[in-house]
């Protein structure tokens, strides 16, 4: 039988974004220990995926600080896909409308990071066109972390 799926925008506030948000730290948190996450600031766009009427999976894009050495450019941040919902090609249809809401803001090139210890995650960017970058900001000291950039 097929699914409903539904891509939609939900405020920062919302429980269901909240409940995902809270998974994927515990996971990170599981696989690499309390290392902090990084900040997602005000003003980010934050996209919930509804399969048949069940949030399943999350990701924002924000835009970096003027001050920053990407500034213009668009940041993925909390990119996550709950395990049972995983394997079914959901989290690329996210990243391509996380994509068109970079694309929509204005971001020629839209970044995100990702840790050596998901593999599934490296995959899929890698897949989807998006080429290792030099790390950084807070990532320059942080070997385990990789970052990625991909042009609009």
Do not use: N
């Amino acid at each position: 039988m097929a699914t409903d799926l539904v891509i939609e925008e939900r405020p920062v506030d919302d429980p269901e974004l909240a409940r995902l948000l809270a998974a994927a730290f515990d996971e990170l948190v599981g696989r690499y220990g309390a290392e902090g996450r990084s900040q997602v600031k005000d003003g980010a766009r934050y996209l919930v995926v509804l399969d048949d009427e069940t949030a399943v999976g999350c990701g924002a894009v924000q835009a970096f600080e003027p001050e920053h050495e990407h500034a213009g450019d668009g940041e993925v941040k909390r990119m996550y896909v709950s395990p049972e919902a995983r394997g079914r090609g959901l989290a690329r249809v996210l990243l391509t409308c996380l994509e068109h809401v970079a694309r929509e803001a204005g971001h020629p090139v839209l970044r995100l990071s990702t840790g050596h210890l998901q593999p599934a995650a490296i995959g899929l960017y890698e897949s989807s066109g998006y080429r290792r970058t030099d790390p950084w900001g807070k990532y320059v000291d942080q070997p385990s972390t990789f970052c990625y950039a991909k042009s609009l």
